[in-house]
């Protein structure tokens, strides 16, 4: 009898332990934010070749510290991309390049691309960020754009800004421009942005 009990006691905890091991896989799962599964690009570490002259700054921030110049055609060892920024190594130091100013591993380089000449004088300050805010944004022509995956529309470029509200899949916007990997929409009445890399943006 007392064997019998046993074996039923058994039973009943090992079938309490796989519903309560199921249940914490779910609220896991369910606690993942929209698109955390798809923040970095698909671009493998390796070196990355300057487009044009450009900064490398300290953090993932164009007003944060300078630690030097990328020359065009410069190449430097790249990490990985996040949202517009790539991670870098500069002269021992960790940097970050806006990712439209470099050819990841992989791509042609701007040499390949185009014939024109290049010059290898150093930029001044000024002259690099008037180069760096032009070629900051693409052109701001209206068109609508879908969401490669559910993603969040916030009220800022930041992922800690508040959140206006969810794309779902194929769903459409109004899309602005890009900057630095965000790109700025019309959502319900409301000017928001979204990661360009959730979006089918040509």
Not at 8 to 22: N, P
Not at 73 to 81: L, S, W
């Amino acid at each position: 009898m007392n064997n019998v009990l046993k074996s039923q006691s058994i039973k009943v905890i090992a079938a309490t332990g796989i519903a309560l091991s199921l249940t914490f896989a779910a609220i896991s799962a369910a606690a993942l934010p929209v698109g955390a599964a798809t923040v970095s690009s698909k671009a493998k570490s390796g070196t990355a070749t300057a487009k044009s002259p450009v900064y490398v700054r300290a953090s993932e921030s164009k007003s944060s510290k300078i630690l030097g110049t990328l020359q065009k055609g410069e190449k430097v060892e790249f990490i990985k991309d996040n949202y517009g920024w790539s991670q870098v190594k500069y002269k021992g130091k960790t940097g970050y390049v806006g990712t439209q100013f470099l050819n990841l591993p992989g791509e042609a380089t701007s040499a390949q691309k185009s014939t024109s000449k290049t010059t290898t004088k150093q930029p001044s300050k000024k002259a690099t960020s008037t180069k760096a805010k032009a070629a900051t944004a693409t052109k701001q022509t209206s068109r609508t754009v879908t969401a490669k995956s559910p993603v969040y529309v916030r009220a800022s470029e930041s992922k800690k800004s508040k959140i206006l509200g969810t794309l779902q899949k194929g769903e459409k916007v109004e899309f602005i421009k890009d900057n630095y990997g965000w790109s700025q929409v019309k959502y319900k009445g409301q000017t928001g942005y979204v990661g360009t890399q959730f979006l089918n943006v040509k």
